[in-house]
């Protein structure tokens, strides 16, 4: 039985950047929703990290969030397009700018 989230997740790849301190590095996300987001990366972060996010949408618009590590699931550069949700889970925390322009963004989608 498959637990559903709330809000569901949206498959989508919007580029990022993220760090501890400051976003440093650059990613892509595998899926997002208003609560989180899957950062594809082949050096995630440990669970429990804090990270300062910006994610970039299609229209250029900059959303800038703080969230939290869930999960992470280190793999080899070479075989991150192979594995299975190599990265990170990532739930938002606060949003710093940008939760309005993301939320209608989101809603664009299909379901």
Same mark, same amino acid.
């Given at each position: ?13 919007l580029?990022?950047?993220? =760090? ?9 996300? =595998? ?12 050096q995630? /972060?440990?669970?429990g ?17 703080f969230?939290?590590? %869930?999960?992470?699931?280190?793999v080899?550069?070479?075989?991150? %397009? ?13 949003? /710093? ?9 989101? /809603?664009?989608?299909? %379901?």
């Open positions: 039985m498959k637990v559903e989230r709330h809000p569901a997740r949206k498959k989508k790849r580029k990022v950047r993220f =760090g501890v301190d400051y976003p440093k590095r650059v990613a892509f996300t =595998g899926d997002v929703s208003i609560g989180g987001l899957y950062i594809i990366t082949g995630p /972060e440990r669970p990290s804090k990270l300062l996010i910006q994610i970039r949408l299609p229209d250029e618009q900059e959303v800038t969030v969230g939290r590590v %869930r999960w992470a699931k280190k080899p550069p070479n075989l991150i %397009r192979l594995a299975n949700k190599a990265g990170m889970g990532v739930q938002i925390i606060k949003f /710093e700018a940008g939760q309005t322009a993301l939320a209608d963004y989101l /809603e664009t989608l299909r %379901r």
